[in-house]
């Protein structure tokens, strides 16, 4: 308990470091929001007015504490470019990405854990072989390139979808699903490659151990020591990757919502980076690196959970 | 045993790059066929199309009930209130839902819209409005005067708070003798004055609808339905509108933030129409789709900071000017697409624009050699031209120029730079050597082009300072303030001849603009200002 409420703390600190270093990153690049928001048409005393007005004129950590105040109360602020809330965009966009990286996520784990078990039993086959051979070119595709390959295969030549005809869930859920379902299939594949070689590594550095042979000895044939022993521990590090990839698939999507023009929570974080929208970068970025650590401390806990041996209350 | 393991490794590893690879030169010939024979098809549709289709369509339409389009826009909307708009595009889309007092038609005149009829005083100091009759705004009240005076005192910081628009704090007063007639009065009279009236910027919105943002009521040929951010907004036509409806009921308008899925998009069947295409992105398309060419309505050039050495010196900057071969330039950038231009003003403004100039410096090398030896740099120089990454054609047009310029020893650094960083450190710092962008008019008035070459004047950016151009164009307002219009021409043609003698800038051209349109869908029509007018679209079958 103690070393959860630790890991938490830590967790905290962390988030705080990234809203200041991102406040700090906005402040050392070139770029004035106010002058974005006006253009080139803009004449010297209005801009001035609307500096003062934006509070840009004001020393930088000043303003970094009064917009971390007022985000601590649960006031995320308002849109530069929008003048919408910041929490409404966020709200309205977040289903979108969340419902791709879980989709993804879901590929990912009923695709690689049969397939990974069974390219361990089998290890050394043809089909292993094969296997990892595809794993290997799945691994070195990056997804945004894997995105236009399958928009090109799926999309343009045996057109099951239309590029760039994505509709809200709001709208039509089903056409929504049916429309993300290949931009999931972008992000899940480089995944279900690295989580295959992982358990079929894991799995075969395990049957190796001394408790196998044991296992064995005791009259256990393969399936039983495979399913009751073995897999038991060579899913510890893939549990690890897999909390890191869940994090990783909700970040990653921002590239994949950019090749399959796809709304969501990327898409807002990229072009009010460019508007030097401070306000809606920061919620996202906030929320992206608290997503991350977030994942990182339950995997911590459920760790402790799989195998009793890794005992994290226990170095304090 | 093991051997055999590695080679069938190898072989499969082999395959599967085999495959890739060639799926990638098979598309790329693919594509490189169908260019040419598109080519010609368009080419062929263009001068085919255009007189019969109009008239057969405009009888079609009204049957046809339940019409859709969807557009693709580059960008999503910023404000959806019109005084607190401020991307060029999103006050083109604004168009179609607010209207002014007056607006601009697409010769660039400017004719009645929310006034029915309008009347200068002799000084130009009164302007005299009639409200249209029976004119209703999209949530069914009627306008009315007290509607108009409180738009246009928004804008005019009369309402409290700062002029939204700065050239309106030029109004005096706006008054409402009677629930018909609106009266604006002016400080001291101005030729632009409107110009600047006629923008989406000064559009007449009802004045007891609180939330504008997430309710937009105009008065204009579409209405807002409904938005979702970064996705797209939803129009449906207004059918109590007062002018000529429009003729597709519903518009979507969908956000393509990524312009290399432009393409995709519009083969895909995602959207069916997308201004602003490159030529490239054009070539690529199949028959399925009509490419009309306007222009873009901007000055496009190496703009050079007249303070900074060596464009400091006039004969340097004409050295650059005869180096410049601007018709390859066009060649390599857009197919030849294209008007070359000679000033800072571009052919859309008419009787201010002057054709010859675009002559003063025909390309010639070892005039060119000559001029630099004069000025002190016989081994050339370098310098570092800035240019924003988000426009690709300038990014295109850099390199050319680049490239030209290597032939008289001068060397040109390309820096691409973010557009929000180009806004800061360009054109509000002046930091800069050279930048490679288009400058446009946001009225169509010469003023909007020319008056930023003032010496002193805020938007000067190249810091030109040549007091015969000051002069110039000092008599020009004193002959508009005098409504003496042929004598304020004369001497804006001057200006811009000074700005052409001076080499100011290196001027290159007036780009091409190409649109995309689905064959089905007719009556594109090209605006000299920042608009698209979506009325005017129809089907044709």
């Known amino acids: 308990m103690k070393y959860a409420l630790k890991k938490f703390a830590a967790m905290l600190v962390t988030i705080l470091c990234i809203s200041f270093l991102v406040y700090l990153a906005f402040d050392l690049i070139p770029g004035d929001a106010a002058l974005a928001a006006l253009g080139t048409d803009v004449e010297p005393e209005r801009l001035a007015a609307l500096r003062e007005e934006m509070g840009l004129n004001r020393p930088f950590l000043e303003r970094y504490f009064d917009w971390l105040t007022s985000f601590l109360r649960g006031n995320f602020g308002t849109s530069y470019k929008y003048k919408l809330p910041v929490a409404d965009m966020i709200v309205s966009k977040l289903p979108v990405t969340v419902i791709m990286a879980l989709i993804s996520f879901a590929m990912m784990t009923a695709v690689s854990l049969p397939v990974g078990i069974y390219t361990a039993k089998h290890s050394g086959g043809r089909i292993d072989r094969v296997i990892t051979v595809v794993n290997q070119v799945m691994m070195s595709v990056p997804h945004f390139f894997m995105g236009i390959l399958i928009t090109y295969v799926f999309g343009m030549v045996l057109k099951l979808f239309t590029p760039g005809g994505f509709v809200s869930y709001k709208v039509d859920f089903w056409g929504f699903l049916s429309y993300i379902l290949f931009p999931c299939v972008a992000i899940a594949l480089p995944k279900i490659a690295m989580s295959v070689k992982l358990l079929r590594g894991s799995c075969i550095g395990e049957a190796k151990k001394d408790y196998v042979r044991t296992a064995y000895s005791k009259g256990n044939n393969t399936n039983k020591v495979l399913y009751g022993h073995v897999l038991k521990n060579a899913m510890i590090p893939v549990i690890t990757l897999w909390g890191m990839t869940l994090a990783d698939m909700l970040v990653g999507s921002i590239v994949i919502e950019q090749v399959f023009n796809i709304p969501g929570i990327g898409r807002i974080l990229l072009t009010s980076i460019s508007y030097r929208d401070y306000p809606v970068v920061e919620a996202i970025i906030v929320l992206i690196a608290f997503v991350v650590v977030a994942t990182n401390f339950c995997v911590d806990l459920i760790y402790g959970m799989i195998d009793p041996r890794i005992n994290v209350g226990a170095e304090s | ?541």
């Open chain 2, 1 to 541: 045993m093991a051997r055999r393991g590695k080679n069938v490794l190898f072989v499969s590893m082999l395959l599967t790059l085999t495959i890739a690879l060639g799926g990638c030169a098979g598309d790329k010939e693919a594509k490189g066929s169908d260019q040419i024979a598109q080519s010609q098809t368009t080419a062929a549709a263009g001068t085919e199309n255009s007189g019969t289709e109009k008239e057969s369509a405009a009888q079609e339409t009204e049957a046809v009930a339940d019409s859709h389009i969807t557009i693709g826009i580059p960008q999503d909307l910023d404000s959806l209130v019109p005084s607190l708009s401020q991307g060029a595009g999103t006050q083109e889309i604004l168009f179609n839902i607010y209207e002014g007092l007056i607006k601009p038609d697409s010769d660039g005149n400017l004719v009645p819209a929310v006034a029915s009829d309008y009347t200068m005083s002799e000084d130009g100091l009164t302007y005299t409005f009639t409200l249209r009759d029976g004119i209703q705004f999209h949530n069914g009240n009627p306008v009315t005067v007290a509607d108009v005076k409180y738009s246009i005192d928004t804008c005019a910081g009369l309402n409290g708070g700062e002029p939204v628009i700065s050239a309106f704090s030029n109004i005096e007063s706006v008054e409402t003798p009677d629930d018909k007639t609106v009266i604006i009065t002016l400080k001291e009279s101005s030729s632009s004055f409107l110009a600047i009236l006629a923008t989406v910027e000064a559009a007449v919105v009802p004045a007891d609808v609180a939330d504008l943002q997430n309710n937009p009521v105009g008065t204009g040929p579409y209405k807002f339905v409904s938005r979702s951010l970064q996705e797209n907004v939803i129009l449906e036509r207004f059918d109590a509108y007062w002018g000529e409806p429009a003729h597709i009921k519903d518009i979507t308008l969908k956000v393509i933030a990524d312009a290399d899925s432009i393409v995709m998009n519009l083969e895909g069947g995602a959207v069916d129409l997308v201004a602003r295409v490159s030529t490239a992105q054009a070539a690529e398309l199949s028959d399925s789709f009509e490419v009309i060419e306007g222009t873009m309505n901007l000055v496009q050039a190496v703009y050079l900071n007249n303070q900074v050495a060596p464009f400091d010196n006039e004969k340097v900057r004409q050295a650059l000017c005869y180096a410049v071969n601007k018709q390859e330039i066009l060649d390599f950038v857009s197919d030849g697409k294209g008007t070359p231009v000679g000033s800072s003003m571009f052919p859309a403004f008419g009787k201010y624009y002057i054709e010859e100039l675009n002559d003063t410096y025909s390309t010639d090398i070892e005039k060119a050699k000559a001029l630099l030896a004069e000025a002190g740099y016989a081994d050339g120089f370098s310098f570092t031209m800035k240019v924003p990454s988000n426009y690709q054609q300038h990014i295109d047009t850099a390199q050319v120029v680049a490239e030209q310029l290597k032939q008289i020893g001068v060397t040109a650094n390309i820096e691409l730079i973010e557009w929000e960083t180009w806004l800061s450190d360009v054109y509000q710092g002046r930091d800069f050597e050279a930048t490679l962008v288009g400058v446009d008019a946001s009225t169509l008035t010469a003023g909007a082009m020319l008056s930023r070459f003032r010496s002193d004047a805020h938007n000067n950016f190249i810091n030109y300072d040549n007091a015969d151009f000051d002069a110039a164009y000092a008599n020009a307002l004193a002959a508009e303030a005098a409504s003496d219009d042929e004598k304020a021409t004369q001497y804006y043609k001057e200006c811009e001849t000074i700005l052409a003698d001076t080499a100011a800038n290196v001027y290159i051209q007036d780009m091409c603009e190409l649109v995309a349109v689905r064959k089905g869908f007719g009556g594109y029509t090209f605006y000299p200002l920042y608009i698209q007018d979506f009325s005017k679209l129809y089907l044709t079958d």
